[in-house]
């Protein structure tokens, strides 16, 4: 009954893992337009620019710099996915990765809820946010949506693991 128990975690930890590639990897892409040209002049980031172009708007004013290069993200976009990647590396230091329990759907809500104060007080004029307000909003719902995440992973990795017997 343990060795099942042991490789549960053990699929479970494998499946964050991946996450965890795949979630550093995608927040490291959003700056590499800005970090390439630095290395070489032959790489100018221009592939992850544009690839990114399909997700973010990428409004200059709204994006951070690395010296003159812009990131392929706005500051938002970037807060989301560094917060995903950063609460995801850090999942195990506060629930146990083998949880496919997610936690109440309220949680994800509220996350949202800074970034859409942050856009209405600018719309309305009452705020004028900036690469901050933007970076760290978006940080909230990425760490938000991050708990989310692992579980549902891991459940997917979990299931699909399973060698089924047919009935007979």
């Not at 970090?35 to 990428?58: A, K, N, Y």
């Not at 978006?138 to 891991?154: H, M, R, S």
């Not at 693991?161 to 009935?167: K, Q």
């Amino acid at each position: 009954m343990m060795a099942a128990r042991e490789q549960i975690i053990k699929k479970a930890y494998r499946a964050w893992f991946v996450v965890v590639l795949i979630t550093i990897a995608w927040a490291i892409a959003t700056v590499l337009p800005a970090i390439l040209p630095f290395i070489s002049e032959s790489f100018t980031g221009s592939s992850f620019f544009w690839f990114f172009g399909h997700i973010c708007h990428q409004m200059p004013e709204r994006s951070f710099h690395f010296g003159v290069h812009q990131f392929a993200v706005c500051s938002r976009c970037f807060g989301v996915y560094f917060g995903i990647a950063a609460a995801i590396l850090i999942y195990p230091l506060w629930r146990n990765v083998d949880e496919i329990e997610p936690l109440p759907r309220i949680w994800l809500f509220l996350s949202i809820i800074p970034m859409g104060i942050d856009w209405s007080l600018g719309m309305l004029g009452i705020w004028e946010n900036n690469h901050l307000s933007r970076f760290v909003t978006g940080l909230i719902l990425g760490i938000g949506c991050a708990t989310y995440i692992v579980p549902a992973v891991v459940e997917i990795t979990l299931n699909y693991s399973t060698v089924r017997r047919p009935v007979s």
